[in-house]
């Protein structure tokens, strides 16, 4: 029975903890941009039955998937800005800078796996393996879950790791207080 007692005490201490608050809050809000992402992709690739055929090295592609996949992502980028910094990382930073810094990351993001990767992932599925972006896997409540679809979906794992580690590292960088230690020699020293 101590063995359960303690057992709760510890994982109550790891719900508690900032880390731990930190990484679920990111996740939440992550699965919530991804969301976002989605359905700003699908409205748009719904909304428009456009295509813009063209060829890169031999490969058929069309660009207005790549069109609709940035725009998303910009909406995408502003709900992720302000849940990031609100409610994940509770930072009170310069908006400006780490606003521009957040955009910078969310480039890079952009062009290694929503574009580059998502692109790379189409043209693998049409050419490698004849699996055109619009075959069907499965229907649920009347929305046709495509190739395309699979592929943003997978990305978006790679998507939200990279965010996360780039958002902790660079952006919402909060400044180390001071420890009580230290603090305590600075005043001797006055």
Known sequence: MSNNVEGQSKLKTLIKSKKFQEIFWYFVFGVLTTVVNLVAFTVLDKCFDVKWPVSIFGFDLDLYIVFVNVVAWVVAIVF?????????????????REFFNFVVARLFTLFAFEIGLFTLGI????????????????????????????????????VVVANYIFSKIFIFKKKEEPK???????VKEA
């Open 80 to 96: 992720a800005y302000i849940t990031n910094k609100k409610f994940v990382f509770k930072t009170k930073g310069n908006v400006v």
């Open 123 to 158: 043209m693998v599925m049409e050419n490698a393996f004849n699996m055109p972006q619009d075959d069907l896997w499965f229907s649920i409540f009347g929305f046709n879950v495509t190739n395309k679809y699979i592929i943003k979906i997978f990305i978006a794992v790679f």
């Open 180 to 186: 009580v230690e230290d603090a305590a020699e600075e």
